[in-house]
T-cell receptor
C-alpha cells in the first residue's frame, strides 16, 4: 500500500529535550515536506526536500532541522523544543515529474506537546 | 494579505443541499489548485485538483477555477453528514510548493 508513515503519532516532552519525528514514504517520491498545523493558521511549511541531500527552508523553519540521507526518509529534528512548538505536524511527499507531480500525500500526523 | 484566503465558516447546509466553498489566491503565476478534506485530528486527503479554467467534475464534487479573478471553488452536491469536515484549498506557486488556506469548516445537518 502506498503510504507516508510518521512516528511517533503522539509525543509529550519537556522544554529543551531533543526529539526526532520520523517520516517515511514508499512511493519513491523525490519531494518531501514538513508542515505544522495550528488553529486558525492552516498548514505552514517548515522545511522541504527536492531529493536526497537537497533541503531548504519553508515558511517557518526556526527551531527545526531536517536531513535527507535516503530518498524514503525525511526526519524532523527539534534540537531544543519550546512550548511554542506545540502543534500538529504532518509530513507529505510528492513526485516531481509526471502528470500529477505536485499532488502531495500526507502522513497521519504527529501531535506534539512541549511542556 | 494572505496568499490563499478562505472563509473560515462554519458553513452549515442541510443534508441533500449543495455546499459551495470558495478560495481566493494572490499569486497570479499559480499553476495548479487543490482541494483537500480534513476530518478533525486526521491528515488532509486529496479530493480534487484542477489546472485549467472552467469546471471539473468528479462524482458529487465539482471544482471551478477562474484564473482571471483568482478564485477557485468547490461544490459538493447532495451533501451528506459524512461530508462534515474542514476543506483546505491549496495553491501550487512554484516547483512542488503548496500554499494552504486556513480552511473552511463544513457542517451538514441531517
Amino acid at each position: 500500500e502506498a503510504q507516508v508513515t510518521q512516528n511517533p503519532r503522539y509525543l509529550i516532552t519537556v522544554t529543551g529535550k531533543k526529539l526526532t519525528v520520523t517520516c517515511s514514504q514508499n512511493m519513491n517520491h523525490e519531494y518531501m515536506s514538513w508542515y505544522r498545523q495550528d488553529p486558525g493558521l492552516g498548514l505552514r511549511q517548515i522545511y522541504y526536500s527536492m531529493n536526497v541531500e537537497v533541503t531548504d527552508k519553508g515558511d517557518v523553519p526556526e527551531g527545526y532541522k531536517v536531513s535527507r540521507k535516503e530518498k524514503r526518509n525525511f526526519p524532523l529534528i527539534l534540537e531544543s523544543p519550546s512550548p511554542n512548538q506545540t502543534s500538529l505536524y504532518f509530513c507529505a511527499s510528492s513526485s516531481t515529474s509526471g502528470r500529477r507531480a505536485d499532488t502531495q500525500y500526507f502522513g497521519p500526523g504527529t501531535r506534539l506537546t512541549v511542556l | 494579505q494572505k496568499e490563499v484566503e478562505q472563509n473560515s465558516g462554519p458553513l452549515s447546509v442541510p443534508e441533500g443541499a449543495i455546499a459551495s466553498l470558495n478560495c481566493t489566491y494572490s499569486d497570479r503565476g499559480s499553476q495548479s489548485f487543490f482541494w483537500y478534506r480534513q476530518y478533525s485530528g486526521k491528515s488532509p486527503e486529496l479530493i480534487m485538483f484542477i489546472y485549467s479554467n472552467g469546471d471539473k467534475e468528479d462524482g458529487r464534487f465539482t471544482a471551478q477555477l477562474n484564473k482571471a479573478s483568482q478564485y477557485v471553488s468547490l461544490l459538493i452536491r447532495d451533501s451528506q453528514p459524512s461530508d462534515s469536515a474542514t476543506y483546505l484549498c491549496a495553491v501550487n506557486q512554484y516547483g512542488n510548493k503548496l500554499v494552504f488556506g486556513a480552511g473552511t469548516i463544513l457542517r451538514v445537518k441531517s
